[in-house]
């Protein structure tokens, strides 16, 4: 796949997108500003604000916000590439999801530094600019006030980057002059046009830098790698263990699913309801404590299977294709499995006293198959007792046991 180019097909999109979307808004305020129709008949006012003052103001906020939404657009579609490049490449991080603890742009810097041979000492991106733009579209996700659209840079962006790219100069230069120490004249996100576009050439300039170098993903595949292989042995123990915990989640479940001639109904209380759950009453009989003790062992066995995976995928010198895999697995698994389910008297106990105002739920049968528990943090989880949830676990430890040929991708 040409990666480069479908990478500057999006940050073409991204250009266009804002130059179309912010020509109505700038039309409103050059209107307003010239008195032409239909701001031609100001309104009488005796409180001294510029007439129009509103919709100028608004079509400014229209105006910011499409620029965040291009911002976030370009993010992602940097991400998109970063992860297309690693499948394309056929590489994997030696520390899993620890690698990304600065950030996706910082984990793929560092495994592609290796890869293409450089400190980036040669490379004329500016680095600073492209995090900033993931660092502006985490802030514009994640919002700041319900009264007001406005959005400042936080302490952590400031520390990494006290002259921010995305903040007017004034702004910027005030909050300098104050030592940094003025939470009230914290800049605020300005994304200009100017700025916006600054940020796509440098995307645009990494892929570009990177498509020109890319014979040396082919010596990187040939290269005599320093890490010893992973131990067969514990590569084989691992996965063992998963299989022998899968194994017994088929007992767990039957002995799940034998509870059913106990079930009396599920109550219709709606002080039981749980999205839209209601809860399983039964006659209380053994069937029902035995189903239980199945479910709450069916969970226990996945997440045996989830940890043996968390292990292999950090082993060192583990083949690249497998490690991809059990990533891949872990991410499938926690999706459907909830480990804070699993909960103990002493956590209960704990969370009443810390949370007296919360509804407490331990190890409860939800319709149809729910086992439901208190989170630490006071919300509910349920994981799904199920042959649909022993399916997608057996698929993913299947595709990490065997995993699929992939041509020319994939380096040990």
Known sequence: MDVNFFLKERTRFVRSFYDQGVAPFRDIQKRIEDKAPP???????EDGEPAFLTEWLD??????????????????????YFNTLQAEIGFAFDQGDKAFRKGFVGAYRDALGDIFETDWSDCPVRFSVIEQAVLARNLSQHGGHLTSFHMSHDAGTLRRHPQPFFASPEESKAWQDSGGKSSFLTPSVKITRDRLFEAIQEVEQLGDWLDARLIKVHEWRHRPRNADPAPEAEVFGLLAAGRAALDLC?????LFEARRSEVIDQGDDKGLVIDGRRLERSVGGPLTAQGLIGAQAFLANLVVVENCLVKLSGLRGLPASIKVEAERAVKTIKGVVDRQVRNTAEHIDDRVVRRADQSLISSSIFEPNLLCSTRADGTIGAVSISEETLAVVTHALDRVIQPPRRAGLASS
Request: charged share 25%; hydrophobic share 35%.
């Open 250 to 254: 088929r007992p767990a479940l039957d």
């Open 39 to 45: 701001f031609d008949d100001p309104p009488c006012s």
């Open 59 to 80: 079509a400014e906020t229209s105006a910011d916000l499409l620029s965040q939404t291009c911002v976030s657009l370009l993010s992602d579609t940097l991400k998109l």
